[in-house]
């Protein structure tokens, strides 16, 4: 079983070394899967197609006249998501430490590309897809990830500046501004959001002091501000926010039904399948407010396991950076803690969002909502925590052992 494994993660197994110590060892490390970042990541890939299965089952009819439409897709989505991710665990995260810049590029390029006329398709008022035959490609949700590599190879070769210099802190931040306006051309306020804010704390956890970041909150506030004030569909937004039944059959429709579907759902749900909300009142229940169908159809219980397993995963993500950390791989270290803040926030906006906390936002839940970009990107993120994890396993076994 060592030696499949160690083929899988570009090892070549030594079979005269068999019977060294140092061939037991890495016998027990070679496996490269965490068990905690792996059993968490397809429980939730499982719970998501269930659960898609379920909330799409009218929409499905309604649209294409099979009950099982979305969910065929999603198992198909999911199927490629898995195969990508199996790819990816094969790549040496020095690779994607050489390539930081180059993907950086291909970010810009693709938020770049979406706003060609002709191009980008529009969809409810928003052009963030481009098609490639019977497949759209969603860049922003790779571009989350690029921004990651950038980042972690940024803050690896700009270190000391990051912490002791406003410049080497500044820079980034412009990078980042840039995409950021990129992204609200589409509009995409949502991944913009969730892009600067993961930054925000990637950065911190690599070294820059507080002191820095009092201004760049300030002017993030204050950029959030303007948006609002040129875009009035965002004021409108917040004020249904703060009063969803003020107009609950028009701006706060969404939220107001998906408060419904918590109601009715109580500790233990209705049942699975069984969901009121999924029949036509309640807006994209199998993509952005699917967890409001969880919690209808499963209740508290059910919806608290969700809050409760992507915790896990963030938390064991960022163990898994400080463990590259203190092996004094720095780079696999802001790789870990960049993908846990990027998965963490988005689930963290997309709950909040279904649960009244936050204004309503176009975001999917990472790993269980209806979407092909979203899951091959968030499969992706999981892929290389695994990997990470095994370099760091593997630079233990050749400290104890070199």
């Given at each position: 079983?060592?030696?499949?494994?160690g083929?899988?993660m570009?090892?070549?197994?030594?079979?005269?070394?068999?019977?060294?110590?140092?061939?037991?060892?890495?016998?027990?490390v070679?496996?490269?899967?965490?068990?905690?970042?792996?059993?968490?990541?397809?429980f939730?890939?499982?719970?998501?197609l269930?659960?898609?299965?379920?909330?799409?089952?009218?929409?499905?009819?309604k649209n294409?006249?099979?009950?099982?439409?979305?969910?065929v897709r999603?198992?198909?989505?999911?199927?490629?998501?898995?195969?990508?991710?199996?790819?990816?665990i094969c790549?040496?995260?020095?690779?994607?430490?050489?390539?930081?810049?180059?993907?950086?590029?291909?970010?810009?390029f693709?938020?770049?590309?979406?706003?060609?006329?002709g191009?980008?398709?529009?969809?409810?008022?928003?052009t963030?897809?481009?098609p490639?035959?019977s497949?759209?490609i969603q860049?922003?949700?790779?571009?989350?990830l690029?921004?990651?590599?950038?980042?972690?190879?940024y803050l690896?070769?700009?270190?000391e500046?990051?912490?002791?210099?406003?410049?080497?802190?500044?820079?980034?931040?412009l990078?980042?501004?840039?995409?950021?306006?990129?992204l609200?051309?589409?509009?995409?306020?949502?991944a913009a959001?969730?892009?600067?804010?993961?930054?925000?704390?990637?950065?911190?956890?690599?070294?820059?002091?507080?002191?820095?970041?009092?201004?760049?909150?300030?002017?993030?506030?204050?950029?959030?501000?303007?948006?609002a004030?040129?875009?009035?569909?965002?004021?409108?937004?917040?004020?249904?926010?703060?009063?969803?039944?003020?107009?609950?059959?028009?701006?706060?429709?969404?939220?107001?039904?998906a408060?419904?579907?918590?109601?009715?759902g109580?500790?233990?749900?209705?049942?699975?399948?069984?969901?009121?909300?999924?029949?036509?009142f309640l807006?994209?229940?199998?993509t952005?407010?699917?967890?409001?169908?969880?919690?209808?159809?499963l209740?508290?219980?059910?919806?608290?396991?969700?809050?409760?397993?992507?915790?896990?995963?963030?938390?064991?993500?960022?163990m898994?950076?400080?463990?590259?950390n203190?092996?004094?791989?720095?780079?696999h270290?802001?790789?870990?803690?960049?993908?846990?803040?990027?998965?963490?926030?988005?689930?963290?906006?997309?709950?909040?969002v279904?649960?009244?906390?936050?204004?309503?936002?176009?975001?999917p839940?990472?790993l269980?909502?209806?979407?092909?970009?979203?899951?091959?990107?968030?499969c992706v993120m999981i892929?290389?925590l695994?990997?990470?994890?095994?370099?760091?396993?593997?630079?233990?076994?050749?400290?104890?052992y070199?």
């Open positions: 079983m060592s030696i499949v494994m083929n899988v570009g090892r070549r197994p030594n079979r005269s070394a068999q019977a060294t110590p140092h061939h037991q060892f890495a016998a027990r070679a496996c490269p899967v965490d068990p905690v970042i792996a059993g968490i990541a397809v939730l890939l499982l719970y998501g269930v659960m898609v299965g379920s909330a799409s089952l009218e929409e499905s009819v294409y006249a099979q009950p099982f439409y979305y969910l999603h198992a198909a989505y999911l199927t490629l998501s898995l195969a990508a991710a199996t790819l990816v790549i040496p995260i020095r690779v994607w430490q050489r390539l930081d810049l180059i993907l950086l590029g291909l970010a810009i693709l938020l770049l590309l979406v706003l060609v006329p191009l980008g398709l529009e969809a409810k008022g928003a963030r897809w481009l490639v035959g497949f759209t860049g922003s949700e790779f571009v989350k690029f921004v990651i590599f950038y980042l972690a190879g690896v070769r700009r270190q500046a990051v912490e002791t210099s406003g410049t080497g802190f500044l820079q980034p931040l990078v980042l501004a840039m995409i950021a306006l990129l609200l051309g589409q509009p995409d306020f949502g959001l969730v892009i600067m804010c993961a930054a925000l704390g990637m950065i911190f956890l690599g070294g820059a002091p507080w002191r820095f970041f009092l201004p760049a909150i300030l002017a993030s506030g204050a950029a959030v501000g303007l948006l004030i040129l875009q009035p569909y965002r004021l409108v937004r917040l004020a249904t926010f703060l009063d969803p039944w003020s107009d609950e059959f028009g701006s706060g429709y969404q939220l107001t039904q408060l419904i579907a918590f109601g009715r109580e500790w233990l749900g209705l049942g699975l399948g069984n969901s009121i909300q999924k029949l036509f807006p994209e229940p199998h952005d407010f699917l967890f409001s169908i969880i919690a209808e159809e209740g508290i219980v059910g919806a608290g396991l969700v809050l409760l397993l992507f915790a896990g995963l963030v938390i064991r993500a960022l898994i950076g400080f463990a590259a203190n092996k004094k791989l720095r780079f270290a802001y790789l870990a803690y960049g993908i846990a803040l990027m998965l963490g926030i988005q689930a963290s906006i997309n709950l909040s279904n649960l009244g906390i936050l204004p309503t936002k176009g975001l839940l990472p269980m909502s209806y979407g092909g970009n979203s899951l091959i990107a968030s892929a290389i695994l990997r990470i994890h095994y370099e760091s396993l593997a630079s233990r076994g050749a400290q104890a070199g």
